[in-house]
């Protein structure tokens, strides 16, 4: 974390106008009682299964929808087809390309047995909506409160004069930076989220996934700040912490070193509270 040399301890220094001794404590104007800037610059967040939900789970979906093609696997069975679709090598460079059609097809049809191709575009449409998803509790305000913790702190000059000097940070860059194909934009549009990101570095668009570099690097270079003072949240401890930390960003895993989006904030806002 940059610092900006200023000590939370209360000030003295010798007023020449006045000729007395004036006690200063160091002021945030935009966050009362809080006095250090944040202990980093930028928050990247992995999309499914961090900063959203499916509104219901993935297996029940895909057991109802396929009741009419005559699917007979159980919501188990499919959760145990879904996880193996994922766990195999990809033959293709990306996943998630484009649509990522060709990837989903492959689950669908992995996880329920079933290839039939209404019943794999039903789920897809499916997907591709807003109220398919749900955003974690407490994301949207915490995220909002990151983005409005720019301040100002007020310094005691212990020049000649009485006058004050101040030093400024900004607000926190966001990014979403995820594995996901052409249907994400929408979703986060449709759950009036994307507005809340600086920017939204999404795999199909860029051509890499996580864990590789490049699509860290690129959050970086969009938010405009160094890997140093950014941390990114996700739930993969191979594609969010390994990825992360190989370029120099620290890495939260999701549920495991953080619970919650106003534990990210706080972990962010209240950096003295928490080991970094």
């Given at each position: 974390?940059?610092?900006?040399?200023?000590?939370?301890?209360?000030?003295?220094?010798?007023?020449?106008?006045?000729?007395?001794?004036?006690?200063?404590?160091?002021?945030?104007?935009?966050?009362?009682?809080?006095?250090?800037?944040p202990a980093y610059r930028a928050l990247l967040v992995d999309v499914g299964g961090?900063?959203?939900?499916?509104?219901?789970?993935?297996?029940?979906?895909?057991?109802?929808?396929?009741?009419?093609?005559?699917?007979?696997?159980?919501?188990?069975?499919?959760?145990?087809?879904?996880?193996?679709?994922?766990?195999?090598?990809?033959?293709?460079?990306?996943?998630?390309?484009?649509?990522?059609?060709?990837?989903?097809?492959?689950?669908?049809?992995?996880?329920?047995?079933?290839?039939?191709?209404?019943?794999?575009?039903?789920?897809?449409?499916?997907?591709?909506?807003?109220?398919?998803?749900?955003?974690?509790?407490?994301?949207?305000?915490?995220?909002?409160?990151?983005?409005?913790?720019?301040?100002?702190?007020i310094l005691f000059s212990l020049g000649r004069s009485c006058d004050f000097s101040?030093?400024?940070?900004?607000?926190?860059?966001?990014?979403?930076?995820?594995?996901?194909?052409?249907?994400?934009?929408?979703?986060?549009?449709?759950?009036?989220?994307?507005?809340?990101?600086?920017?939204?570095?999404?795999?199909?668009?860029?051509?890499?996934?996580?864990?590789?570099?490049?699509?860290?690097?690129?959050?970086?270079?969009?938010?405009?700040?160094?890997?140093?003072?950014?941390?990114?949240?996700?739930?993969?401890?191979?594609?969010?912490k390994q990825g992360a930390n190989a370029v120099g960003i620290d890495a939260w895993?999701?549920?495991?070193?953080?619970?919650?989006?106003?534990?990210?904030?706080?972990?962010?806002?209240?950096?003295?509270?928490?080991?970094?």
């Amino acid at each position: 974390m940059a610092s900006f040399g200023v000590s939370p301890r209360w000030k003295v220094g010798l007023c020449n106008r006045h000729k007395r001794r004036q006690w200063v404590r160091p002021v945030s104007c935009s966050s009362p009682g809080k006095n250090s800037p944040p202990a980093y610059r930028a928050l990247l967040v992995d999309v499914g299964g961090t900063l959203l939900e499916t509104s219901q789970p993935v297996p029940q979906v895909y057991a109802s929808f396929g009741s009419k093609y005559g699917i007979q696997a159980d919501a188990d069975a499919i959760k145990k087809g879904f996880k193996k679709a994922f766990s195999e090598p990809w033959p293709e460079r990306l996943r998630y390309e484009g649509d990522g059609r060709r990837f989903w097809k492959y689950a669908v049809a992995t996880a329920t047995g079933c290839d039939n191709d209404d019943y794999f575009e039903e789920l897809y449409q499916y997907f591709g909506r807003g109220d398919a998803w749900k955003l974690v509790d407490g994301a949207e305000r915490a995220l909002k409160d990151l983005r409005g913790a720019g301040g100002k702190l007020i310094l005691f000059s212990l020049g000649r004069s009485c006058d004050f000097s101040r030093a400024f940070w900004p607000p926190v860059q966001l990014a979403v930076v995820s594995n996901f194909d052409s249907r994400l934009r929408p979703i986060l549009a449709e759950l009036n989220i994307s507005d809340v990101f600086d920017a939204l570095v999404i795999s199909s668009e860029i051509g890499h996934e996580k864990p590789a570099k490049e699509i860290f690097l690129t959050a970086l270079d969009e938010l405009g700040v160094q890997a140093r003072d950014t941390v990114h949240v996700g739930d993969d401890p191979v594609a969010d912490k390994q990825g992360a930390n190989a370029v120099g960003i620290d890495a939260w895993l999701w549920k495991k070193e953080v619970k919650s989006f106003e534990e990210i904030k706080d972990r962010i806002l209240v950096p003295t509270s928490f080991p970094k």
